[in-house]
């Protein structure tokens, strides 16, 4: 340790670790990033803390922030304030890194709070799968499409899908881009389509329009304006109501019911790839990185939801 050094407190080392983090991540998730840093610097200045260097912040003082102002007075869930618990982290880490700290506090004491309900999207029954998405297929080619990107590609419904262009679909090779500038991970995903997804897309006309268009567009076709935002939930909820579906059934459900499908014909971490997981404890976490190669299981093999749970009759 330097005596004559100057170490820096939280608050001059935060900009210069933001810095970093702002060129690295997409523009949501760096905003989850200041907020819960603004949080910390303002709590350490309510505290009398924020003149001292990072260093002396003791482990105490840590814990404290999370029992005292983040679960107890926020009364935040688990899942939050595990972001919060991975932010601070984040900038530990980072100053370690620049010899700012010795090490990493143990945070020995912290308690998280218990796991709440899970709010994630309900699958739908396997017997229902098939008539609602042929059904679907048949009146609302345009949501059906949609919920096939979730479905086959893990696509996320707002930005992925619904700013996703017409060039962002290879047909020829089967493969699927995902722009940084709309992926939620900020980077850029090629995702293999399978074979039926492709039938899809040909069906839906994309073999012949301009490549700037937005495929999802107003009056359920091409458009030079997106979709708007809660259409496609507006517009599944219908179908999800007629077949007497629980309210937890959502059309992010599609993105579930792909991931389940697909662990069936394959591993845990070709799943993780194929969905853009950074870490496979996302994965894990619902069956639910970047894959830059054509999966040829993936193309041939992925079930279709318009057969999964349908008995052929007799003839």
């Known amino acids: 340790m330097n ?54 912040i003791s482990n105490d003082d ?31 880490n980072y100053a370690v890194d620049m010899d700012e700290m010795e090490y990493l506090p143990s945070f020995k004491g912290l308690k998280f709070p218990k796991k709440g309900k899970d709010c994630s999207a309900q699958l739908i029954p396997e017997e229902i799968l098939a008539p609602l998405s042929n059904e679907m297929h048949d009146t609302d080619l345009q949501l059906y499409l949609a919920w096939c990107m979730e479905y086959y590609c893990g696509v996320r419904p707002r930005k992925e899908a619904r700013l996703i262009q017409r060039g962002a679909f290879n047909l020829k090779d089967g493969v699927l881009k995902i722009n940084a500038k709309n992926a939620k991970v900020g980077k850029t ?9 492709i039938e899809i897309c040909k069906e839906y006309g994309m073999e012949t329009v301009d490549p700037n268009l937005y495929v999802f567009g107003n009056n359920r076709t ?58 496979i404890t996302s ?28 008995v052929q009759k007799a003839v």
Not at 16 to 34: Q, R, V
Not at 239 to 265: C, N, P, Q
Not at 292 to 307: A, E
Request: include cysteine.
């Open 62 to 92: 840590f814990v404290r922030f999370f029992h005292e102002h983040i679960i107890n007075e926020k009364k935040l869930d688990r899942p939050t304030v595990k972001k919060y618990y991975e932010t601070i982290c984040a900038v530990l």
């Open 222 to 279: 091409f458009g030079t304006k997106p979709i708007s935002e809660n259409m496609f939930s507006y517009r599944f909820n219908k179908f999800r109501d007629k077949y007497g579906l629980s309210k937890d059934v959502k059309f992010y459900s599609g993105k579930h019911e792909g991931a389940s499908s697909l662990i069936k014909i394959t591993d845990i971490v070709t799943v993780q790839h194929h969905l853009g997981h950074a870490n």
């Open 283 to 310: 994965t894990a976490h619902y069956l639910k990185k970047l894959n830059q190669g054509v999966d040829k299981n993936i193309q041939t093999n992925f079930p279709n939801p318009r057969n999964i749970g349908f």
């Open 3 to 56: 005596i004559f050094r100057h170490y820096k407190t939280f608050d001059e080392i935060l900009p210069l670790f933001l810095a970093g983090k702002k060129i690295e991540i997409a523009k949501k998730t760096f905003a989850g990033y200041t907020g819960r840093t603004k949080v910390f610097s303002d709590w350490l200045k309510v505290n009398n803390l924020s003149a001292i260097p990072l260093r002396k």
């Open 189 to 197: 995903r090629s995702i293999t389509m399978s074979q039926d997804l």
